[in-house]
């Protein structure tokens, strides 16, 4: 075997890829310090956290003044009385558990979650607007809504919601609150 045969073989070794658990761990160290150079740096602008494997946002994150972008994350858990003054966009993520006293001034996008655990929004969120489209919770509030046939109901439920949007692809069809 030549020196160049040599060089190739050690160049192409397999090398195991880092396990997922480290991949996470990794991910969380990166999102704390990108969160503590925003919190740090008066929380200014948008936050994008999407596709970074993570799997928890650090309770020093109170507010974002701009977007705030979790798409395609691991997350399961938000700190509570979390502010955004922008949209916060939550698409494809599989959160359990919204917080308590959530504040976003424009649009809280929950589409396409896997919210089979989540029975309700707390009613304590405040948001311009919610957009529920293919999940589990749409369905269930279509349900309530076909039940009592009263979109006060809904709205009832959720006194801080300027405007609810459910969309549910089973029957394709949208009700507005």
Known sequence: MNIFDKVLEEAFKFQPSESEEQRYEAGNREVEKKVADYVKYGSQGDLNLSYIAF??????????????????????????????????????????QLPDNLTVID????????????????????????NLFFCPLANKLLGIYKQSGS??????????IGLLSIY????DSMVLF
């Open 55 to 96: 799997s928890v946002v650090p309770d020093t994150l109170k507010v974002v003044n701009g977007k705030f972008s979790l798409l395609y994350t691991k997350v399961s858990k938000l700190p509570d009385n979390l502010t955004v003054n922008g949209s916060f966009l939550l698409q494809e993520s599989p959160i359990t």
């Open 107 to 130: 649009v809280l996008h929950l589409s396409f979650l896997k919210l089979d655990k989540i029975e309700s929004i707390p009613n304590n969120i405040k948001a311009r607007a919610v």
């Open 151 to 160: 979109k006060e109901k809904i709205k009832s439920l959720y006194p801080g």
């Open 168 to 171: 549910n692809s089973k029957t």
